[in-house]
Protein backbone atom coordinates (compact mmCIF):
# COMPACT_ATOMS: atom_id res chain seq x y z
CA UNK A 1 0.00 0.00 0.00
CA UNK A 2 2.53 2.22 1.04
CA UNK A 3 4.41 1.75 -2.58
CA UNK A 4 1.16 2.82 -4.36
CA UNK A 5 1.21 5.80 -2.38
CA UNK A 6 4.62 6.70 -2.81
CA UNK A 7 4.16 5.96 -6.87
CA UNK A 8 2.17 9.24 -8.13
CA UNK A 9 5.06 11.38 -6.83
CA UNK A 10 7.44 10.06 -9.58
CA UNK A 11 5.46 11.09 -12.95
CA UNK A 12 4.92 14.63 -14.40
CA UNK A 13 1.27 14.62 -14.41
CA UNK A 14 1.30 14.85 -18.46
CA UNK A 15 3.34 12.02 -19.44
CA UNK A 16 0.66 8.75 -18.70
CA UNK A 17 -1.71 10.62 -20.93
CA UNK A 18 0.64 11.78 -23.65
CA UNK A 19 1.32 7.59 -23.75
CA UNK A 20 -1.50 6.46 -23.11
CA UNK A 21 -2.48 8.60 -26.93
CA UNK A 22 0.47 7.14 -28.70
CA UNK A 23 -0.37 4.34 -31.20
CA UNK A 24 0.24 0.80 -29.36
CA UNK A 25 1.96 -0.82 -31.96
CA UNK A 26 5.12 1.61 -31.70
CA UNK A 27 6.74 -0.16 -28.61
CA UNK A 28 6.84 -3.64 -30.51
CA UNK A 29 8.16 -2.68 -33.40
CA UNK A 30 11.41 -0.79 -31.44
CA UNK A 31 11.81 -4.70 -29.98
CA UNK A 32 11.21 -6.52 -33.23
CA UNK A 33 13.56 -4.41 -34.93
CA UNK A 34 16.04 -4.85 -32.52
CA UNK A 35 15.53 -9.21 -33.08
CA UNK A 36 15.70 -8.92 -36.05
CA UNK A 37 18.93 -6.63 -36.18
CA UNK A 38 20.49 -9.12 -33.92
CA UNK A 39 19.64 -12.04 -36.47
CA UNK A 40 21.07 -9.91 -39.28
CA UNK A 41 24.39 -9.06 -37.51
CA UNK A 42 24.86 -13.05 -36.76
CA UNK A 43 23.99 -13.91 -40.30
CA UNK A 44 25.36 -11.34 -42.50
CA UNK A 45 29.55 -12.18 -41.88
CA UNK A 46 28.51 -15.93 -43.07
CA UNK A 47 26.85 -14.82 -46.00
CA UNK A 48 29.58 -12.56 -47.40
CA UNK A 49 32.07 -15.28 -46.25
CA UNK A 50 30.18 -17.80 -48.71
CA UNK A 51 30.45 -15.33 -51.05
CA UNK A 52 34.00 -15.01 -50.86
CA UNK A 53 34.62 -18.52 -50.86
CA UNK A 54 33.13 -18.96 -54.30
CA UNK A 55 34.54 -15.35 -56.02
CA UNK A 56 37.42 -15.99 -58.14
CA UNK A 57 39.71 -13.22 -57.75
CA UNK A 58 38.55 -10.93 -54.35
CA UNK A 59 41.02 -8.58 -54.65
CA UNK A 60 38.74 -7.57 -57.82
CA UNK A 61 35.79 -7.15 -55.36
CA UNK A 62 33.01 -9.73 -54.50
CA UNK A 63 32.19 -11.86 -57.56
CA UNK A 64 35.38 -10.89 -58.97
CA UNK A 65 36.43 -13.00 -61.94
CA UNK A 66 32.84 -14.73 -62.03
CA UNK A 67 31.86 -17.88 -59.59
CA UNK A 68 33.89 -20.67 -59.05
CA UNK A 69 34.31 -23.81 -56.65
CA UNK A 70 38.21 -23.48 -56.77
CA UNK A 71 38.45 -22.22 -53.52
CA UNK A 72 36.42 -24.77 -51.55
CA UNK A 73 37.65 -27.59 -53.44
CA UNK A 74 41.42 -27.11 -52.75
CA UNK A 75 40.94 -26.35 -49.24
CA UNK A 76 38.98 -29.63 -48.64
CA UNK A 77 42.46 -31.13 -48.46
CA UNK A 78 43.75 -28.57 -45.68
CA UNK A 79 40.00 -28.86 -43.79
CA UNK A 80 39.59 -32.95 -43.83
CA UNK A 81 43.47 -33.01 -42.45
CA UNK A 82 42.42 -30.31 -39.31
CA UNK A 83 39.33 -32.07 -38.89
CA UNK A 84 40.65 -35.21 -37.98
CA UNK A 85 42.82 -33.66 -35.34
CA UNK A 86 40.40 -31.90 -34.39
CA UNK A 87 38.18 -34.86 -33.98
CA UNK A 88 40.52 -36.72 -32.22
CA UNK A 89 41.24 -34.35 -29.29
CA UNK A 90 37.45 -33.52 -28.83
CA UNK A 91 36.59 -37.81 -28.25
CA UNK A 92 39.44 -38.04 -26.04
CA UNK A 93 38.54 -34.89 -24.36
CA UNK A 94 35.25 -36.07 -24.23
CA UNK A 95 35.77 -40.09 -22.67
CA UNK A 96 38.31 -38.11 -20.23
CA UNK A 97 35.48 -35.88 -18.95
CA UNK A 98 33.38 -38.34 -18.38
CA UNK A 99 35.66 -40.99 -16.95
CA UNK A 100 36.61 -38.50 -13.87
CA UNK A 101 34.35 -35.72 -14.17
CA UNK A 102 31.15 -38.05 -13.67
CA UNK A 103 32.22 -39.22 -10.29
CA UNK A 104 33.06 -35.63 -9.40
CA UNK A 105 29.70 -34.54 -10.14
CA UNK A 106 27.85 -37.64 -8.04
CA UNK A 107 30.20 -36.62 -5.30
CA UNK A 108 28.77 -32.54 -5.92
CA UNK A 109 25.31 -34.20 -5.60
CA UNK A 110 25.46 -36.40 -2.81
CA UNK A 111 28.07 -35.77 -0.48
CA UNK A 112 28.18 -32.75 1.84
CA UNK A 113 31.70 -32.10 3.27
CA UNK A 114 33.92 -29.08 3.98
CA UNK A 115 36.23 -29.64 0.89
CA UNK A 116 33.89 -29.99 -1.09
CA UNK A 117 33.14 -26.04 -1.52
CA UNK A 118 37.01 -25.35 -2.46
CA UNK A 119 37.01 -28.54 -5.06
CA UNK A 120 33.70 -26.45 -6.44
CA UNK A 121 35.23 -23.61 -6.77
CA UNK A 122 38.55 -25.33 -8.18
CA UNK A 123 36.51 -27.16 -10.90
CA UNK A 124 35.22 -23.59 -11.85
CA UNK A 125 38.49 -21.77 -11.91
CA UNK A 126 39.52 -22.60 -15.13
CA UNK A 127 36.62 -20.81 -16.30
CA UNK A 128 37.84 -17.52 -14.41
CA UNK A 129 41.31 -17.17 -15.82
CA UNK A 130 41.97 -16.29 -19.20
CA UNK A 131 42.76 -19.06 -21.35
CA UNK A 132 45.82 -17.84 -22.79
CA UNK A 133 46.87 -17.45 -18.94
CA UNK A 134 45.82 -21.30 -18.76
CA UNK A 135 47.50 -22.43 -21.78
CA UNK A 136 50.93 -20.65 -21.30
CA UNK A 137 50.82 -21.75 -17.46
CA UNK A 138 50.79 -25.53 -19.00
CA UNK A 139 53.07 -25.07 -20.95
CA UNK A 140 55.59 -23.42 -19.41
CA UNK A 141 55.32 -26.35 -16.52
CA UNK A 142 55.02 -29.68 -18.67
CA UNK A 143 56.42 -28.44 -22.02
CA UNK A 144 57.71 -31.90 -22.37
CA UNK A 145 54.13 -32.98 -23.38
CA UNK A 146 53.43 -30.82 -25.77
CA UNK A 147 54.75 -32.67 -28.80
CA UNK A 148 52.91 -35.47 -28.25
CA UNK A 149 49.42 -33.87 -27.94
CA UNK A 150 48.59 -35.07 -24.56
CA UNK A 151 49.25 -31.49 -23.05
CA UNK A 152 46.55 -30.40 -25.84
CA UNK A 153 43.92 -32.87 -24.50
CA UNK A 154 44.79 -31.90 -20.79
CA UNK A 155 44.53 -28.47 -21.21
CA UNK A 156 40.60 -29.37 -23.00
CA UNK A 157 39.72 -31.20 -20.45
CA UNK A 158 40.51 -28.78 -17.77
CA UNK A 159 38.39 -26.56 -19.18
CA UNK A 160 35.61 -28.31 -20.75
CA UNK A 161 35.27 -30.51 -17.25
CA UNK A 162 33.22 -27.48 -14.99
CA UNK A 163 30.42 -27.81 -17.94
CA UNK A 164 30.16 -31.58 -17.14
CA UNK A 165 29.73 -31.13 -13.59
CA UNK A 166 27.67 -27.80 -13.79
CA UNK A 167 24.99 -30.02 -16.12
CA UNK A 168 25.20 -33.27 -14.44
CA UNK A 169 25.36 -32.63 -10.82
CA UNK A 170 22.11 -30.39 -10.03
CA UNK A 171 19.97 -33.64 -12.07
CA UNK A 172 22.31 -36.24 -9.88
CA UNK A 173 21.03 -34.57 -6.87
CA UNK A 174 17.22 -34.27 -7.95
CA UNK A 175 15.51 -35.90 -5.01
CA UNK A 176 13.13 -38.29 -6.98
CA UNK A 177 15.98 -39.72 -8.41
CA UNK A 178 18.20 -40.16 -5.16
CA UNK A 179 14.31 -41.93 -3.86
CA UNK A 180 14.17 -44.05 -6.47
CA UNK A 181 17.61 -45.11 -6.35
CA UNK A 182 16.92 -45.97 -2.79
CA UNK A 183 13.93 -47.81 -3.93
CA UNK A 184 15.79 -49.80 -6.11
CA UNK A 185 18.51 -50.53 -3.81
CA UNK A 186 16.10 -52.07 -0.97
CA UNK A 187 14.47 -53.93 -3.89
CA UNK A 188 17.78 -55.58 -4.24
CA UNK A 189 19.46 -54.04 -7.44
CA UNK A 190 23.37 -53.86 -6.74
CA UNK A 191 25.30 -50.51 -7.75
CA UNK A 192 26.10 -51.36 -11.39
CA UNK A 193 22.18 -52.41 -12.20
CA UNK A 194 21.02 -49.23 -10.54
CA UNK A 195 22.98 -47.07 -12.16
CA UNK A 196 22.50 -48.44 -15.77
CA UNK A 197 18.57 -48.91 -15.32
CA UNK A 198 17.53 -46.12 -12.88
CA UNK A 199 20.52 -43.68 -12.38
CA UNK A 200 21.57 -42.98 -16.71
CA UNK A 201 18.09 -42.83 -17.90
CA UNK A 202 17.38 -39.91 -15.26
CA UNK A 203 20.20 -38.09 -16.51
CA UNK A 204 20.11 -39.15 -19.80
CA UNK A 205 18.63 -35.86 -21.68
CA UNK A 206 21.79 -33.13 -19.42
CA UNK A 207 24.18 -35.80 -20.07
CA UNK A 208 24.19 -35.68 -23.37
CA UNK A 209 23.71 -32.12 -23.92
CA UNK A 210 27.02 -31.39 -21.94
CA UNK A 211 28.62 -34.34 -23.50
CA UNK A 212 27.72 -32.18 -26.68
CA UNK A 213 28.68 -29.15 -25.35
CA UNK A 214 32.06 -30.46 -24.24
CA UNK A 215 33.03 -31.35 -27.92
CA UNK A 216 31.92 -28.71 -29.90
CA UNK A 217 33.72 -26.27 -26.95
CA UNK A 218 36.55 -28.59 -27.20
CA UNK A 219 36.24 -28.50 -31.24
CA UNK A 220 36.22 -25.02 -31.70
CA UNK A 221 38.68 -24.25 -28.85
CA UNK A 222 42.04 -22.03 -29.86
CA UNK A 223 42.84 -19.07 -27.03
CA UNK A 224 44.28 -22.13 -25.23
CA UNK A 225 44.95 -24.68 -27.54
CA UNK A 226 47.64 -22.00 -30.02
CA UNK A 227 50.03 -21.90 -27.12
CA UNK A 228 49.76 -25.75 -26.47
CA UNK A 229 49.37 -27.95 -29.76
CA UNK A 230 51.41 -29.82 -31.58
CA UNK A 231 52.40 -27.42 -34.27
CA UNK A 232 52.86 -30.23 -36.06
CA UNK A 233 49.49 -31.27 -35.82
CA UNK A 234 47.05 -28.52 -35.81
CA UNK A 235 43.77 -28.59 -35.20
CA UNK A 236 41.32 -26.72 -37.55
CA UNK A 237 40.98 -23.64 -35.36
CA UNK A 238 44.63 -23.22 -35.54
CA UNK A 239 44.75 -24.12 -39.14
CA UNK A 240 42.24 -21.72 -40.20
CA UNK A 241 43.90 -18.78 -37.87
CA UNK A 242 47.32 -19.11 -39.98
CA UNK A 243 44.63 -19.07 -43.57
CA UNK A 244 43.86 -16.14 -42.08
CA UNK A 245 46.98 -14.88 -41.60
CA UNK A 246 49.13 -15.57 -44.44
CA UNK A 247 46.50 -17.18 -46.73
CA UNK A 248 44.44 -15.74 -49.69
CA UNK A 249 40.94 -14.29 -48.36
CA UNK A 250 38.93 -16.77 -50.93
CA UNK A 251 40.94 -19.72 -49.40
CA UNK A 252 40.26 -18.78 -45.70
CA UNK A 253 36.42 -18.05 -46.56
CA UNK A 254 35.92 -21.35 -48.35
CA UNK A 255 38.30 -23.11 -44.92
CA UNK A 256 35.70 -21.45 -42.86
CA UNK A 257 32.66 -22.43 -44.86
CA UNK A 258 34.06 -26.27 -44.54
CA UNK A 259 34.56 -25.10 -40.55
CA UNK A 260 30.67 -24.11 -40.45
CA UNK A 261 29.56 -27.19 -42.42
CA UNK A 262 31.11 -29.25 -39.81
CA UNK A 263 29.91 -27.41 -36.73
CA UNK A 264 26.19 -26.95 -37.98
CA UNK A 265 24.90 -30.90 -37.52
CA UNK A 266 26.26 -30.60 -33.75
CA UNK A 267 24.37 -27.18 -33.30
CA UNK A 268 21.29 -28.65 -34.13
CA UNK A 269 21.40 -31.70 -32.38
CA UNK A 270 22.36 -29.40 -29.15
CA UNK A 271 19.38 -27.30 -29.67
CA UNK A 272 16.85 -30.31 -30.70
CA UNK A 273 18.37 -31.51 -27.18
CA UNK A 274 17.24 -28.12 -24.84
CA UNK A 275 13.84 -28.46 -26.49
CA UNK A 276 13.04 -32.47 -25.78
CA UNK A 277 15.06 -31.34 -22.04
CA UNK A 278 12.40 -28.13 -21.93
CA UNK A 279 9.13 -30.47 -23.26
CA UNK A 280 10.22 -33.04 -20.08
CA UNK A 281 10.44 -30.53 -17.52
CA UNK A 282 7.18 -29.24 -18.37
CA UNK B 1 3.59 -37.44 5.80
CA UNK B 2 6.00 -37.13 3.01
CA UNK B 3 8.32 -35.52 5.29
CA UNK B 4 8.30 -38.58 7.49
CA UNK B 5 8.62 -40.83 4.53
CA UNK B 6 12.05 -38.89 3.33
CA UNK B 7 13.78 -38.29 6.80
CA UNK B 8 14.58 -42.30 7.49
CA UNK B 9 15.77 -42.84 3.97
CA UNK B 10 18.16 -40.49 4.26
CA UNK B 11 19.72 -41.54 7.70
CA UNK B 12 19.82 -44.61 5.64
CA UNK B 13 21.47 -43.10 2.43
CA UNK B 14 24.12 -41.57 4.66
CA UNK B 15 25.74 -44.44 5.95
CA UNK B 16 26.69 -45.35 2.61
CA UNK B 17 27.56 -42.63 0.84
CA UNK B 18 29.78 -39.98 1.48
CA UNK B 19 32.57 -41.79 1.41
CA UNK B 20 32.47 -43.69 -2.14
CA UNK B 21 31.86 -40.18 -4.15
CA UNK B 22 34.70 -39.21 -2.48
CA UNK B 23 36.79 -41.58 -3.09
CA UNK B 24 35.57 -41.63 -7.16
CA UNK B 25 36.58 -37.81 -6.93
CA UNK B 26 39.86 -38.61 -6.11
CA UNK B 27 40.89 -38.74 -10.43
CA UNK B 28 39.35 -35.62 -11.13
CA UNK B 29 40.93 -33.99 -7.91
CA UNK B 30 44.29 -35.07 -9.09
CA UNK B 31 43.96 -33.86 -12.22
CA UNK B 32 42.99 -30.73 -10.92
CA UNK B 33 45.90 -30.13 -9.00
CA UNK B 34 48.19 -31.16 -11.55
CA UNK B 35 46.81 -29.45 -14.39
CA UNK B 36 45.30 -25.96 -12.75
CA UNK B 37 46.69 -25.58 -9.48
CA UNK B 38 50.72 -26.75 -10.13
CA UNK B 39 50.76 -24.76 -13.05
CA UNK B 40 48.93 -21.65 -12.19
CA UNK B 41 50.76 -21.30 -9.00
CA UNK B 42 54.01 -21.66 -10.66
CA UNK B 43 53.12 -18.88 -12.90
CA UNK B 44 52.24 -16.62 -9.63
CA UNK B 45 55.27 -17.24 -7.90
CA UNK B 46 57.65 -16.74 -11.31
CA UNK B 47 55.34 -13.15 -11.71
CA UNK B 48 56.74 -12.16 -8.15
CA UNK B 49 59.98 -13.10 -8.72
CA UNK B 50 63.10 -10.92 -9.73
CA UNK B 51 65.79 -11.53 -12.03
CA UNK B 52 67.96 -13.05 -8.96
CA UNK B 53 65.15 -15.01 -8.05
CA UNK B 54 64.40 -12.16 -4.84
CA UNK B 55 60.42 -11.56 -3.86
CA UNK B 56 59.54 -8.92 -6.45
CA UNK B 57 56.80 -6.57 -7.29
CA UNK B 58 58.53 -5.53 -10.37
CA UNK B 59 56.59 -7.19 -12.98
CA UNK B 60 53.17 -6.15 -11.67
CA UNK B 61 54.74 -1.98 -11.53
CA UNK B 62 56.13 -2.52 -15.19
CA UNK B 63 52.11 -3.31 -16.42
CA UNK B 64 51.28 -0.23 -14.67
CA UNK B 65 54.04 2.00 -15.34
CA UNK B 66 54.86 1.11 -18.49
CA UNK B 67 52.41 3.31 -21.00
CA UNK B 68 52.41 1.13 -23.45
CA UNK B 69 51.22 -2.25 -21.27
CA UNK B 70 48.74 0.58 -19.25
CA UNK B 71 47.27 1.80 -22.54
CA UNK B 72 46.73 -2.24 -23.07
CA UNK B 73 44.87 -2.88 -19.90
CA UNK B 74 43.12 0.07 -20.45
CA UNK B 75 41.73 -0.62 -23.99
CA UNK B 76 40.74 -4.60 -22.98
CA UNK B 77 38.63 -2.78 -19.80
CA UNK B 78 37.04 -0.27 -22.19
CA UNK B 79 36.45 -2.43 -25.03
CA UNK B 80 34.62 -4.83 -22.64
CA UNK B 81 32.51 -2.51 -21.34
CA UNK B 82 31.47 -0.41 -24.07
CA UNK B 83 30.81 -3.62 -26.75
CA UNK B 84 29.12 -5.17 -23.38
CA UNK B 85 26.47 -2.11 -23.22
CA UNK B 86 26.28 -2.16 -26.67
CA UNK B 87 25.32 -5.77 -26.96
CA UNK B 88 22.78 -5.63 -23.65
CA UNK B 89 21.06 -2.26 -25.82
CA UNK B 90 20.43 -4.67 -28.97
CA UNK B 91 19.75 -7.81 -26.69
CA UNK B 92 17.33 -6.23 -24.36
CA UNK B 93 14.96 -5.49 -26.75
CA UNK B 94 15.35 -8.63 -28.72
CA UNK B 95 14.78 -10.99 -25.76
CA UNK B 96 11.86 -9.55 -24.97
CA UNK B 97 10.51 -10.47 -28.90
CA UNK B 98 11.95 -13.18 -29.22
CA UNK B 99 10.18 -14.38 -26.18
CA UNK B 100 7.18 -14.09 -27.67
CA UNK B 101 7.85 -16.63 -31.04
CA UNK B 102 6.76 -19.35 -31.34
CA UNK B 103 6.43 -21.96 -33.86
CA UNK B 104 8.64 -22.47 -36.94
CA UNK B 105 10.20 -19.03 -37.00
CA UNK B 106 10.93 -19.41 -33.35
CA UNK B 107 13.07 -22.57 -34.42
CA UNK B 108 14.95 -20.95 -37.47
CA UNK B 109 15.75 -17.82 -35.24
CA UNK B 110 16.98 -19.96 -31.98
CA UNK B 111 18.92 -21.62 -34.55
CA UNK B 112 20.48 -18.46 -36.41
CA UNK B 113 21.44 -17.01 -33.01
CA UNK B 114 23.08 -20.28 -31.50
CA UNK B 115 25.13 -21.03 -33.82
CA UNK B 116 27.84 -18.33 -33.52
CA UNK B 117 28.56 -19.50 -30.12
CA UNK B 118 29.99 -22.66 -31.74
CA UNK B 119 32.53 -20.62 -33.68
CA UNK B 120 36.24 -20.14 -32.48
CA UNK B 121 37.22 -16.22 -31.86
CA UNK B 122 39.37 -16.57 -34.88
CA UNK B 123 36.67 -17.20 -37.52
CA UNK B 124 34.95 -14.46 -35.87
CA UNK B 125 38.05 -12.06 -36.25
CA UNK B 126 37.77 -13.25 -40.29
CA UNK B 127 34.26 -12.11 -40.31
CA UNK B 128 35.12 -8.64 -39.73
CA UNK B 129 38.21 -8.83 -42.12
CA UNK B 130 36.06 -10.12 -45.01
CA UNK B 131 33.21 -7.40 -43.99
CA UNK B 132 35.69 -4.59 -43.12
CA UNK B 133 39.40 -5.10 -43.98
CA UNK B 134 41.48 -3.88 -46.90
CA UNK B 135 39.95 -5.82 -49.44
CA UNK B 136 36.34 -6.08 -47.72
CA UNK B 137 32.90 -6.00 -48.57
CA UNK B 138 32.50 -2.43 -47.14
CA UNK B 139 35.22 -1.67 -49.23
CA UNK B 140 34.26 -2.70 -52.36
CA UNK B 141 31.05 -0.97 -51.74
CA UNK B 142 32.29 2.21 -50.94
CA UNK B 143 34.95 2.01 -54.04
CA UNK B 144 31.97 0.76 -56.36
CA UNK B 145 29.85 3.81 -54.85
CA UNK B 146 32.34 6.95 -54.48
CA UNK B 147 35.42 5.50 -56.87
CA UNK B 148 37.26 5.51 -53.84
CA UNK B 149 37.93 3.55 -50.94
CA UNK B 150 36.84 4.38 -47.96
CA UNK B 151 38.12 3.95 -44.37
CA UNK B 152 39.64 0.75 -43.39
CA UNK B 153 37.81 -0.06 -39.73
CA UNK B 154 38.05 -3.57 -39.50
CA UNK B 155 41.92 -3.68 -38.09
CA UNK B 156 41.61 -0.82 -35.82
CA UNK B 157 39.43 -0.51 -32.22
CA UNK B 158 35.95 -0.23 -34.50
CA UNK B 159 36.49 -3.43 -35.77
CA UNK B 160 37.41 -4.85 -32.72
CA UNK B 161 34.42 -3.30 -31.17
CA UNK B 162 32.40 -5.02 -33.47
CA UNK B 163 34.04 -8.46 -33.48
CA UNK B 164 33.42 -8.43 -29.70
CA UNK B 165 29.80 -7.48 -30.07
CA UNK B 166 29.40 -10.64 -32.20
CA UNK B 167 30.48 -12.87 -30.36
CA UNK B 168 29.07 -11.07 -27.12
CA UNK B 169 25.70 -10.85 -29.02
CA UNK B 170 24.65 -14.41 -28.70
CA UNK B 171 25.71 -14.79 -25.12
CA UNK B 172 24.26 -12.21 -23.72
CA UNK B 173 21.40 -12.73 -25.67
CA UNK B 174 20.84 -16.47 -24.41
CA UNK B 175 20.92 -15.25 -20.52
CA UNK B 176 18.32 -12.81 -21.13
CA UNK B 177 16.21 -14.97 -23.28
CA UNK B 178 15.56 -17.18 -20.48
CA UNK B 179 14.41 -14.51 -18.21
CA UNK B 180 11.83 -12.88 -20.64
CA UNK B 181 10.30 -16.55 -20.91
CA UNK B 182 10.25 -16.58 -17.27
CA UNK B 183 8.25 -13.39 -17.49
CA UNK B 184 4.73 -13.70 -16.29
CA UNK B 185 2.81 -12.27 -19.10
CA UNK B 186 -0.31 -11.58 -17.11
CA UNK B 187 1.75 -8.94 -15.07
CA UNK B 188 2.11 -7.06 -17.80
CA UNK B 189 -1.33 -7.67 -18.98
CA UNK B 190 -2.24 -6.59 -15.41
CA UNK B 191 -0.71 -3.25 -15.47
CA UNK B 192 -1.89 -2.44 -18.70
CA UNK B 193 -6.04 -3.25 -18.18
CA UNK B 194 -4.87 -1.17 -14.97
CA UNK B 195 -4.11 1.83 -17.34
CA UNK B 196 -0.29 2.08 -17.29
CA UNK B 197 1.45 2.85 -20.56
CA UNK B 198 3.95 0.58 -22.55
CA UNK B 199 6.93 2.69 -21.30
CA UNK B 200 5.81 2.74 -18.03
CA UNK B 201 5.02 -0.83 -18.00
CA UNK B 202 8.82 -1.69 -19.35
CA UNK B 203 10.73 0.45 -16.82
CA UNK B 204 8.58 -0.38 -13.89
CA UNK B 205 7.81 -4.14 -14.29
CA UNK B 206 9.81 -5.69 -17.25
CA UNK B 207 12.86 -4.42 -16.72
CA UNK B 208 12.94 -4.93 -12.94
CA UNK B 209 12.07 -8.51 -13.79
CA UNK B 210 14.96 -8.82 -16.09
CA UNK B 211 17.87 -7.05 -13.83
CA UNK B 212 19.31 -10.51 -11.87
CA UNK B 213 19.68 -11.78 -16.04
CA UNK B 214 21.24 -8.03 -16.64
CA UNK B 215 23.47 -8.17 -14.17
CA UNK B 216 24.40 -12.39 -14.98
CA UNK B 217 24.61 -11.09 -19.09
CA UNK B 218 27.08 -8.73 -18.35
CA UNK B 219 29.34 -10.32 -16.26
CA UNK B 220 29.64 -13.20 -18.65
CA UNK B 221 30.30 -10.70 -21.27
CA UNK B 222 32.89 -8.97 -19.75
CA UNK B 223 34.85 -11.72 -18.42
CA UNK B 224 34.28 -13.31 -22.09
CA UNK B 225 36.04 -10.52 -24.05
CA UNK B 226 38.80 -9.60 -21.49
CA UNK B 227 40.42 -13.42 -21.86
CA UNK B 228 39.13 -12.89 -26.21
CA UNK B 229 42.78 -13.70 -27.47
CA UNK B 230 41.82 -15.64 -31.41
CA UNK B 231 39.71 -12.82 -32.28
CA UNK B 232 42.38 -10.18 -31.88
CA UNK B 233 44.98 -12.41 -32.90
CA UNK B 234 43.39 -12.36 -36.23
CA UNK B 235 42.48 -8.60 -36.19
CA UNK B 236 44.60 -6.42 -35.04
CA UNK B 237 47.14 -4.53 -36.32
CA UNK B 238 48.68 -2.21 -33.90
CA UNK B 239 45.62 -1.64 -31.63
CA UNK B 240 46.84 -3.43 -28.13
CA UNK B 241 45.00 -4.90 -25.86
CA UNK B 242 46.22 -6.96 -22.85
CA UNK B 243 45.79 -10.71 -24.04
CA UNK B 244 48.08 -9.88 -27.26
CA UNK B 245 50.63 -8.67 -24.86
CA UNK B 246 50.75 -11.62 -22.86
CA UNK B 247 50.47 -13.88 -25.84
CA UNK B 248 54.16 -12.21 -27.16
CA UNK B 249 55.68 -12.01 -23.72
CA UNK B 250 54.73 -15.25 -23.01
CA UNK B 251 55.84 -17.06 -26.18
CA UNK B 252 58.13 -14.69 -28.44
CA UNK B 253 60.06 -12.65 -25.62
CA UNK B 254 60.03 -15.81 -23.23
CA UNK B 255 59.20 -13.52 -20.55
CA UNK B 256 56.98 -15.69 -18.34
CA UNK B 257 56.78 -13.38 -15.16
CA UNK B 258 55.36 -10.41 -16.74
CA UNK B 259 53.05 -12.92 -19.22
CA UNK B 260 52.25 -14.23 -15.70
CA UNK B 261 51.37 -10.72 -14.08
CA UNK B 262 49.74 -10.01 -16.69
CA UNK B 263 47.13 -13.15 -16.79
CA UNK B 264 46.37 -12.59 -13.47
CA UNK B 265 46.01 -8.69 -13.79
CA UNK B 266 43.48 -9.75 -16.10
CA UNK B 267 42.55 -12.61 -14.32
CA UNK B 268 41.92 -10.25 -11.27
CA UNK B 269 40.07 -7.56 -13.23
CA UNK B 270 37.45 -10.07 -14.60
CA UNK B 271 37.04 -11.38 -10.90
CA UNK B 272 36.22 -8.10 -9.82
CA UNK B 273 33.71 -7.53 -12.71
CA UNK B 274 32.09 -10.73 -11.78
CA UNK B 275 32.05 -9.75 -8.01
CA UNK B 276 30.43 -6.05 -8.68
CA UNK B 277 27.88 -7.96 -10.13
CA UNK B 278 27.26 -10.34 -8.29
CA UNK B 279 26.76 -7.65 -5.19
CA UNK B 280 24.70 -5.61 -7.26
CA UNK B 281 22.13 -8.42 -7.99
CA UNK B 282 22.11 -8.99 -4.30
CA UNK B 283 21.55 -5.91 -3.50
CA UNK B 284 18.70 -5.59 -6.21
CA UNK B 285 17.11 -8.91 -4.70
CA UNK B 286 17.05 -7.82 -1.56
CA UNK B 287 15.43 -4.11 -2.52
CA UNK B 288 13.35 -5.61 -4.32
CA UNK B 289 9.38 -5.26 -4.24
CA UNK B 290 6.98 -8.30 -5.25
CA UNK B 291 6.75 -8.02 -8.69
CA UNK B 292 2.93 -7.90 -8.62
CA UNK B 293 2.98 -5.03 -6.89
CA UNK B 294 4.88 -3.19 -8.74
CA UNK B 295 2.56 -4.08 -11.73
CA UNK B 296 -0.06 -2.34 -9.82
CA UNK B 297 1.70 0.73 -8.17
CA UNK B 298 2.98 1.33 -11.93
CA UNK B 299 -0.57 1.04 -13.23
CA UNK B 300 -2.30 3.10 -10.60
CA UNK B 301 0.60 5.32 -9.97
CA UNK B 302 -0.12 6.31 -13.93
CA UNK B 303 -3.60 6.97 -13.17
CA UNK B 304 -3.79 8.55 -10.02
CA UNK B 305 -1.09 11.66 -11.04
Known sequence: ?282 | MSAQAISPSRRQRRRFAPTIPLLAAIPAIALLVLLMVVPLCSFVIRSLTGIDGEFSWGSYQEIFTEPRYRTALFNSVWLAIASTALALLIALPAALHLARLRGRTRTVVDAVLTFPLSLPGVVIGFFIIVMFGRSGLAQAAMTALTGEPGLVLAYAMPGLLLAYLYFQLPRVLGTLRGAAEALDPDLVTVARTLGASRTRVTFTVVLPALKPAIFAATALAIASSLGAYGTVAALSEGFRVLPLDIAEQGTMLQNTRLAGAMSIVLALVSLISTLLNDAAERHMRRGAKPAAATAVAAATGGRTS
Open chain 1, 1 to 282: MTLIAQRPASPGPAEPAAARRRPRRERPWLTAGAAWLAVGLAVAPILVTLLAALTDNWNDGPLGGGVTLRWVGESFAEFTIGLSTSVEVALYTLAIDLVIGLPLAWAFARTRLPGLGVLRWLTGLPLAVPGIAVGLALVATYPQLQSSGMLLIAGHVVVTLPFLTAAVAPVLADRDLVDLEHTAATLGARFGRRSLTVTLPHIRTSLLSAALMIFTLSFGEFNLTYFIVNPAEPTLPVSLFGAFIYGQTSNAAALTLWYCVAVVPIAVALQLLGKLAVKRSK
